[in-house]
């Protein structure tokens, strides 16, 4: 897949074990910011996103938690599956002046073994 | 659930010739984008596109890549002349208003391969 050469930190977990992913920021101005994961052969899907005002949102078995003093998201995952195995990568958007764009993170390689 | 969907998924061009990859958007998205990913290297931004017209472009966009909305439904990415190093997987994306708080949701892309 288009991942083949990336050298992903990886984060190996046993399926029905929780994950966390993490990831610095850079812009201290940016201040929404999304989790997409990417499959292989597949383009990034979104799977939640949070704005500055908030430390912590929840989804179905996701959990983003910000902290903005040292300019870190995690990406939290419950009973991890097997489906879950891909690359994960943070995006950030600076809202305020910031126009349109995502600024994409290096990514994770999240393998779950069974 | 609606979805991006991009064609061809994979495109291989010789060097210097022009290719056209295409987007079909979420239907009630109003603002559309360009990614690409290098192989092994991160998912850069290259243009938005909002009421018919370029909103940003980042340095990569340079007087060899367009972009045009044809028609309703789709959008594309031209590229004049291509080189080498255009090599890529080409991403379109969509978001339902302002991006400033509402997530962008991608294609699964178009490899493009110049030889």
């Known amino acids: 897949g288009e991942n083949v050469g990336l050298h992903l930190p990886t984060l190996s977990v046993q399926e029905g074990d929780n994950s966390i992913i993490n990831c610095a920021y850079s812009?201290?101005?940016?201040?929404?910011f999304i989790w997409y994961k990417q499959e292989s052969g597949k383009g990034p899907q979104f799977i939640i996103d949070?704005?500055?005002?908030?430390d912590k949102r929840q989804g179905q078995r996701v959990t983003v938690l910000l902290n903005k003093t040292v300019k870190h998201l995690s990406l939290q995952i419950a009973a991890t599956q097997p489906g879950d195995s891909a690359v994960y990568f943070c995006?950030?958007?600076?809202?305020?002046?910031?126009?349109?764009?995502?600024?994409f993170g290096t990514g994770t390689q999240l393998k779950v073994e069974l | 659930e609606p979805e991006v969907t991009q064609t061809p998924s994979h495109q291989v061009t010789q060097m210097g010739q022009e290719v056209i990859l295409r987007c079909v958007p979420i239907?009630?998205?109003?603002?559309f984008y360009w990614y690409r990913q290098i192989l092994g290297q991160k998912v850069e931004f290259l243009v938005s596109?909002?009421?018919?017209?370029?909103?940003?472009k980042s340095e990569i966009f340079d007087d060899q890549f367009s972009v045009e909305r044809p028609d309703g439904s789709n959008f594309t990415l031209k590229i004049r002349s291509t080189k080498l190093e255009d090599s890529a997987m080409y991403f379109c994306?969509?978001?339902?208003?302002?991006?400033?708080?509402?997530?962008?949701?991608f294609g699964d892309g178009t490899r493009l391969s110049i030889l």
């Open positions: 949070i704005r500055s005002n908030m």
């Open positions: 596109f909002y009421n018919n017209e370029i909103s940003e």
């Open positions: 239907s009630n998205h109003l603002y």
């Open positions: 812009n201290s101005a940016s201040d929404y």
């Open positions: 994306a969509s978001s339902e208003t302002t991006p400033r708080g509402q997530p962008q949701h």
């Open positions: 995006a950030e958007n600076k809202e305020a002046g910031g126009g349109n764009k995502l600024t």
